[in-house]
């Protein structure tokens, strides 16, 4: 087994709790986990040497939210928000319709180039979810596509009640025979509960149902109305509520007393011109805080990292530790994932060497692509 010892990095953030930042560090991985790591004076040998040349290493970032399965194009969508138009939500319809009429290979090759251009990035853990097929057939094919791509399978069939369709027969259908087809390409189950989308009752059936079946539930909470998402994700002890944009007290205090993680997506607030969630609010009351793109083709099509980075240190109050904290090892905590999200003796080799001295610079320099190497599995990606 060859091992691979990374050295001269000038700040390595660890993700550790324990010991979450060593200056003039060095990592050593072998067999695609990471072996070692501590001062570089105090480094093993090892069978190759990478010199960081001072630079910053952080985990591979963890996206914990994304809708990748899809075709077509909103560019219009866009446009006429930034002409002044709200973001309702209504448009999934339009990406719906592309996505029935397309062929199996295009809704793989595009989800495959949005998963490289992430890695380009330094993601190397991203979850993809369903929701744009709204039917049998093009829920479970979004799901079987997804799963060659990500073991961070989910089931979002209840995105919206497709046209043609009353309410109460399509939560039948989504808890009924559209789970059956889909459960075995999932490890998630989640919902967009929101006034327009699914109300509270319909929202904990299609989680229950889904946890019956076996998935674990994350849910799309409060993100256009302080609404009960949040309080029922705490409830049905999901991993995640993502968005947390209008919150309540109650509902910060539900986050803080369960081990359910606020998912953070402030591409969404950034690409629809909407207020941004208070991460400090969260944070100071003790919730756990994951940072996520939601990359999509209408409320956030961008699939940076370091993009949501800068804008929570911007607009949202997170400090830059925080905000990398967040986005490493609070996505890993949104997924249930011990290996990925920090760097320690077992975890995975997943990492990004920055072409910087540290992690602020991605606030700091936004818009710079300062990914300069990234790892996965132990790998050096070309
Ligand atoms: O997380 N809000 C629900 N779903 C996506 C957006 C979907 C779309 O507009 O196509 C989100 O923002
Ligand atoms: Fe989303």
Redesign the pocket.
């Known amino acids: 087994m060859t091992t691979t010892l990374i050295d001269g990095i000038g700040l390595l953030y660890t993700g550790d709790p324990a010991r979450e930042e060593i200056r003039d560090a060095a990592l050593v991985l072998e067999d695609g986990l990471v072996a070692w790591l501590g001062p570089a004076g105090r480094a093993p040998a090892a069978d190759r040497r990478i010199a960081a040349g001072g630079r910053c290493v952080i985990p591979g970032f963890v996206d914990s ?1 994304a ?1 990748l399965v ?1 075709a077509g194009d ?1 560019t219009a969508e866009f446009e006429a928000r930034m002409a002044g138009q709200a ?1 309702t ?1 209504g ?2 319809r339009t ?1 719906v319709a592309a996505t029935r009429r397309a062929g199996d290979a295009e809704l793989a090759t595009r989800a495959a180039a949005l998963v490289a251009e992430m890695l380009a990035q330094g993601t190397t853990t991203v979850e993809i979810k369903s ?2 097929g709204l039917s049998v057939e093009d829920e479970r094919r979004s799901l079987e596509i997804a799963t060659g791509l990500t073991d961070e399978t989910t089931y979002l069939g209840a ?1 919206l009640v497709p046209d043609g369709v009353t309410a109460d027969d399509y939560v039948r259908l989504v808890t009924g025979e559209m789970l059956a087809a889909c459960a075995p390409y999932a490890k998630w189950v989640d919902v ?1 509960c ?1 006034r327009g ?1 699914f109300d509270g009752d319909q929202t904990r059936e299609i989680l229950g149902a889904g946890i019956k079946a076996g998935l674990l539930a994350r849910v ?1 909470a409060n ?2 109305t302080e609404g009960p998402g949040v309080r029922i994700a705490c409830e049905l002890g999901a991993a995640s509520a ?2 947390c944009t209008h919150l309540s007290a109650a509902d910060v205090d539900a986050l803080a007393s369960s081990g359910t993680v606020a998912t953070l ?1 402030p591409g ?1 607030e950034f690409s629809t011109r909407s207020p941004y969630p208070d991460a400090r609010r969260l944070i100071d009351a003790g919730v756990t805080v994951a940072l996520a793109t ?1 990359c ?5 099509f961008t699939s940076s990292m370091p993009f949501c980075v800068a804008l929570a240190v911007r607009e949202m109050r997170m400090t830059p530790l925080e905000a990398i904290r967040a986005a490493t090892y609070g996505g890993a905590r949104a997924l249930r994932r011990a290996d990925v999200g920090w760097l320690g003796p077992g975890a995975r080799a997943d990492l990004v060497v920055l072409d910087a001295p540290s992690y602020t610079h991605l606030a700091y320099r936004p818009g710079v692509p300062l990914v300069h190497q990234v790892f996965q599995g132990g790998l050096l990606l070309e």
């Open positions: 939210h809708h899809f909103r973001y939500g448009g999934i990406t929701g744009y995105h967009f929101e989308a799309h993100q256009l993502d968005h997506l969404a939601d999509n083709p209408g409320s956030s």
